[in-house]
């Protein structure tokens, strides 16, 4: 598990380096740019609190008590931590704005719907691993 955790830490350092060093917007779409921005760094931070979840997930799963109900909802918690997080690795690979000006706009519309996709799954995601860990 702490292999897993280091290469996701290991993975996001490397994206995030890359990332970093990508083409900035025009300044007509720097709004819209902030905005994609805005959203990505709301719930970045929340892939810590992901794979704690995960983790106490895996514990409840070591419990001999556990009910198959309750092992099922766990396997299912975790599932969606896990692609909840690899959705924030994809948008953060495949992050990539055009250098052509007359293609950012509608490229930054279409990232703002992804990321907002990939945002409300990692908050489903946590809510539900919460629910089941009660």
Same mark, same amino acid.
């Given at each position: 598990?702490?292999?897993?955790?280091?290469?996701?830490?290991?993975? #996001?350092?490397?994206?995030? +380096?890359?990332?970093?060093?990508?083409?900035?917007?025009?300044?007509? *779409?720097?709004?819209?740019?902030?905005?994609?921005?805005?959203?990505?760094?709301?719930? /970045?931070?929340?892939? #810590?609190? /992901?794979? $704690?979840?995960?983790?106490?997930?895996?514990?409840?799963? +070591? *419990?001999?008590?556990?009910? &198959?109900?309750?092992?099922?909802?766990?396997?299912?918690?975790?599932?969606?931590?896990? *692609?909840? #997080?690899?959705?924030?690795?994809?948008?953060?690979?495949?992050?990539?704005?055009? &250098?052509?000006? %007359? $293609? %950012?706009? #509608?490229?930054?519309?279409? &990232? $703002? !719907?992804?990321?907002?996709? !990939?945002?409300?799954?990692?908050? +489903?995601?946590?809510?539900?691993?919460?629910? !089941?860990? $009660?």
């Amino acid at each position: 598990m702490k292999k897993y955790f280091s290469l996701l830490i290991l993975s #996001s350092l490397i994206l995030m +380096g890359i990332y970093s060093c990508k083409n900035q917007p025009d300044q007509a *779409n720097q709004a819209l740019y902030d905005e994609v921005m805005k959203i990505h760094d709301e719930v /970045m931070p929340e892939m #810590s609190t /992901m794979h $704690k979840l995960e983790k106490q997930l895996y514990e409840r799963l +070591g *419990n001999e008590f556990i009910s &198959e109900y309750e092992k099922s909802s766990a396997l299912k918690a975790i599932d969606s931590l896990m *692609n909840a #997080s690899e959705s924030m690795m994809v948008w953060m690979k495949e992050f990539k704005l055009p &250098e052509e000006l %007359q $293609k %950012q706009k #509608s490229y930054l519309e279409s &990232e $703002k !719907v992804r990321i907002s996709q !990939v945002n409300i799954d990692m908050k +489903g995601s946590i809510e539900f691993a919460k629910s !089941v860990l $009660k």
